[in-house]
């Protein structure tokens, strides 16, 4: 079980790139898909310190479409638009999710061009996004973002699909969304007020204490502990984006996890509350612009993808006489004893 490098160090640049399969061009995608580690070799070899990383995730409407009748990993679904009292998270077009790291763009953006040649005429980039390191790993919000995310060994058990779904084990889930900040109506409260928005300090990123992290903090809602008292995580990778020229400032999130529901239930939590209409405060100032869901194979799914499976069944053979010993015939459908 060879794994996609989920979890990573945060990059200094990265690209963001969903895609949608035209029709009848599904084997051309099944061959890129399985060309894409010798791609990514080809590319980071020009400059091995560049780290450059790319992950795969291939959407719930076009699994069938590549893969016929081939059981679907267990959680995989199109990601569900949510409608609360005052913020909506749109579900929009996604059949492949390329997530480019490394410490400098010219990696990704090269990845990404032999990729998109192999695919002209194939397939349309429905979102691209560049993102960017922004001084010691903050958002455009000014916060340092990524702080609780599980990083190492931690990561990967957050990650990693296990004996929960063995045919798809080393796989893994993701969700990503594209937000569009308010930068104007942020900057408008004091910094006091953004700490309560986020549940941290601002320049020294520590947690504020319970006794006045608001309920509707960012960090409340989206800290998940079951009855147990078992804190659920997400692996996360998010990266700023910008373009003064269009006022456009914004942050891409990116969540990993084995078990999607619980990114999903920190999207209800955040969207419609817990209990319902206690919405996180960071949508006052942010506004989700997209919405998908993929499923992350394994590397050694990736790197040798499956023939679609054909769900016609075989036509009946007629029933024939008990084999009589020395046919040849096993008696088992269409297998037959090899000469000698
Ligand atoms: C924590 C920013 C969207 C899940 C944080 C923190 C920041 C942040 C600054 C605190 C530091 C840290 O631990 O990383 C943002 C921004 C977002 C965004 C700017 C987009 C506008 C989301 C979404 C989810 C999410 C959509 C889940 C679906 C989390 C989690 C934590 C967190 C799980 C850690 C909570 C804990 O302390 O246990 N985020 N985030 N975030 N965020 Fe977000």
């Known amino acids: 079980m060879v794994t ?3 979890v990573a160090p945060p990059a200094r640049a990265g690209m963001f790139l969903v895609l949608t399969v035209d029709d009848g061009s599904e084997d051309v995608v099944r061959d890129l898909l399985g060309d894409l580690s010798d791609l990514v070799k080809a590319v980071s070899f020009r400059n091995t310190r560049d780290d450059l990383n790319l992950v795969v995730g291939i959407g719930a409407d076009v699994w069938g479409r590549l893969f016929g009748e081939l059981p679907r ?11 609360g009292p005052r913020h909506v998270a749109p579900a929009t077009p996604g059949d492949l999710l390329l997530h480019l790291r ?3 763009m010219d990696q990704c953006f090269e990845l990404a061009r032999q990729v998109a040649t192999r695919l002209e005429g194939h397939a349309v980039v429905v979102d691209e996004t560049h993102g960017f390191k922004y001084f010691d790993e903050r958002d455009l919000l000014g916060f340092v973002d990524g702080t609780a995310s599980p990083r190492g060994a931690d990561g990967d058990a957050v990650v990693l699909i296990g ?46 204490p319970d006794s006045v992290k608001p309920s509707n903090s960012h960090v409340v ?4 502990v079951d009855e147990e008292g078992v804190e659920h995580d997400i692996v996360r990778d998010n990266l700023p984006f910008g373009e003064i020229g269009a006022g456009e400032y914004g942050t891409y999130f990116i969540g990993y996890a084995a078990d999607v529901g619980i990114i999903e239930l920190m999207l209800r939590r955040m969207f419609i509350g817990e209990p319902p209409g206690n919405t996180d405060r960071i949508l006052d100032f942010s506004t989700a ?10 590397l ?14 075989a036509p009946t053979a007629p029933v024939s006489p008990a084999p009589s010993a020395g046919s040849g015939d096993l008696g088992i459908g269409s297998l037959r004893r090899s000469p000698g």
């Open 4 to 6: 996609q490098q989920v």
């Open 73 to 83: 990993p267990r959680q995989l679904h199109p990601f569900e638009a949510l409608e």
């Open 102 to 104: 490394a410490r400098s």
């Open 163 to 208: 004996d929960e779904d063995p045919a798809y084990a080393g796989g893994s889930y993701v969700v990503v969304q594209k937000y569009l900040h308010d930068l104007a109506a942020w900057d408008a409260i004091s910094v006091e007020e953004q700490e309560r928005v986020i549940g941290r300090t601002k320049l020294d990123d520590i947690e504020l």
């Open 221 to 224: 809602v989206n800290t998940i």
């Open 289 to 298: 612009v997209t919405g998908s869901l993929f499923f992350v194979p394994s």
């Open 300 to 313: 050694a799914f990736l790197d040798d993808p499956p023939d679609p499976v054909d769900a016609t069944p």
